[in-house]
């Protein structure tokens, strides 16, 4: 088995690796759940299925830090801010 980050700054980059995917792989699905404001709902397993990801790579010490969900914002959501919507 391989050795848990413990390391904050490892644990980011992961992180935004794991969001960037979700980016790649789910752009329309991201850009519509925004412009409709339900992207929490539309994403959810596949959020959910990052943070699994994540948790199984981490310390829980680094998990409970919420990096995870900080990245999720930043790649999902702030990156999208051209993106109309009633929420913004």
Same mark, same amino acid.
């Given at each position: $088995?391989?050795?848990?980050?413990?390391?904050?700054?490892?644990?980011?980059?992961?992180?935004?690796? !794991?969001?960037?995917?979700?980016?790649?792989?789910? =752009?329309? +699905? !991201?850009?519509?759940?925004?412009?409709?404001?339900?992207?929490?709902?539309? $994403?959810?397993?596949? !959020?959910? =299925?990052? /943070? =699994?990801?994540?948790?199984? /790579?981490?310390?829980?010490?680094?998990?409970?830090?919420?990096?995870? =969900? /900080?990245?999720?914002?930043?790649?999902?959501?702030?990156?999208?801010?051209?993106?109309?919507? +009633? !929420?913004?």
């Amino acid at each position: $088995m391989a050795t848990l980050i413990d390391n904050p700054k490892r644990a980011r980059q992961l992180a935004r690796a !794991i969001a960037s995917d979700l980016t790649l792989y789910h =752009e329309p +699905k !991201i850009l519509e759940g925004i412009a409709n404001d339900n992207l929490f709902d539309v $994403m959810s397993d596949e !959020i959910n =299925e990052g /943070r =699994e990801l994540f948790k199984s /790579r981490v310390t829980e010490d680094i998990f409970g830090q919420h990096i995870y =969900e /900080r990245a999720i914002v930043d790649v999902l959501i702030k990156s999208k801010g051209h993106v109309k919507s +009633k !929420i913004w």
